[in-house]
């Protein structure tokens, strides 16, 4: 907590104290009902506290994350509350969640989701190196059987299991280049086949 954080926490108690005293004064005649509206106004306060406070956690269950539209071939992904982008997609039969990255080149499976995928990477040659943010690792070259998103299936892709953590998987461009359209419009990203 700085000193701003500090000082605001300061002004609301002062605040909160100077409104409780003057409740007491006013209504002292009556002191039963004077508690009893503190109580109901108290327990208002900290259930709009407790909202405030879960706001990013009630947003992301209230709305999709994740639409596929397959009439048109469309796949619409809005964009998460971090600014980035994510898609659901069955490697293998398993569910993976994977971080749409423009930036990375291949699709890199994380050690967990590789072994949800039927991969063992005890059992990987970690032969090949990739440069992330927290900088080199070393990879090991795989094929996965399937990939599917929505109604799209791709069969035999590359990919690569990365030793080092990672806490999501990537999608990089040789998976979105099997679209004809990669665009954002209106925060939302839009993969048409």
């Known amino acids: 907590m700085d000193g701003t954080d500090l000082g605001r926490l300061t002004y609301l108690i002062l605040l909160g104290s100077v409104i409780v005293f003057w409740f007491f004064v006013q209504n002292r005649q009556s002191l039963g009902k004077t508690l009893q509206q503190v109580l109901i106004w108290g327990l208002l306060f900290l259930g709009v506290i407790a909202a405030f406070g879960l706001w990013s956690d009630i947003r992301q269950t209230v709305r999709p994350t994740q639409s596929v539209i397959s009439a048109d071939g469309r796949i619409e992904l809005p964009r998460a509350p971090d600014g980035h982008y994510y898609l659901t997609a069955e490697v293998n039969g398993a569910p993976i969640r994977f971080l749409v990255d423009t930036g990375a080149t291949d ?38 059987d399937s990939i599917r998103l929505g109604s799209h299936e791709d069969r035999g892709l590359r990919a690569f299991v990365n030793e080092g953590e990672m806490r999501e998987s990537l999608l990089g461009m040789t998976y979105l280049q099997r679209f004809s359209s990669v665009e954002i419009r209106q925060g939302a990203l839009i993969l048409t086949r």
Do not use: H, K, Q, W
Not at 123 to 138: D, H, K, S, Y
């Open 107 to 144: 699709i890199f499976l994380s050690r967990e989701d590789a072994m949800a995928a039927g991969l063992d990477p005890a059992n990987l040659p970690f032969i090949g190196t990739a440069m992330t943010a927290n900088g080199e690792v070393r990879t090991a070259p795989v094929r996965l």
